[in-house]
């Protein structure tokens, strides 16, 4: 039934065609940043019920891994003209979506924040966050646990930019200007 399921998902996924909207561009103000959701995909929501928003979007299946999950599933990206927008994070076996990983600049929450904003910006919007070491995959992220997702920094351990005391312990952030890589909605 499981294979089912994702065959499913699949034919879904690759029937994705691309094609232009009105104004030859991506309609990002239908898809505002909101808690646990990207615009009307949601997260605990299937990739199958959510198929009608992903039309016009060209899809391709990669490592979760590379989004920092684990576990041997694949992601997959959306992607328009070109421009990789989102990718959505099924739980393995399944396509409900457990997270969404948001790369593209122009997708905002209600405060103007986007995926690939400064850590300044978001520490002054979003006051009560931590940042953490991401031992397991590398890099840092910054929590934003009333929200619903992180920011990830996919930084070195020669260029990290929070000074940490303890690895299981939130850093404080150094350098301001940084901007995150990504963001993902959980």
């Not at 499913?8 to 104004?23: D, V």
Request: hydrophobic residues 40%; proline residues 3%; neutral net charge.
């Amino acid at each position: 039934m499981k294979k089912i399921i994702l065959s499913a998902a699949m034919a879904i996924l690759c029937s994705c065609t691309q094609h232009n909207k009105p104004n030859n561009t991506f309609a990002y103000h239908t898809f505002p940043i909101t808690k646990s959701a990207l615009g009307p995909i949601k997260v605990g929501s299937r990739i199958a019920h959510n198929s009608h928003h992903l039309n016009g979007l060209d899809s391709t299946g990669v490592d979760a891994f590379l989004y920092h999950y684990d576990g041997g599933g694949l992601a997959y990206d959306y992607s328009y003209k070109g421009k990789r927008l989102f990718a959505l994070m099924p739980a393995i076996d399944t396509d409900s979506i457990i997270a969404i990983i948001v790369f593209d600049h122009n997708f905002k929450d209600n405060k103007g924040i986007t995926a690939r904003s400064s850590a300044k910006d978001i520490l002054q919007h979003y006051p009560n966050i931590s940042i953490y070491q991401d031992l397991l995959a590398g890099g840092e992220f910054i929590m934003d646990e009333l929200n619903n997702r992180d920011f990830i920094f996919e930084t070195k351990n020669d260029s990290l930019i929070a000074e940490y005391r303890d690895i299981d312990a939130a850093g404080k952030l150094k350098k301001l200007n940084t901007k995150s890589d990504w963001m993902t909605i959980k």
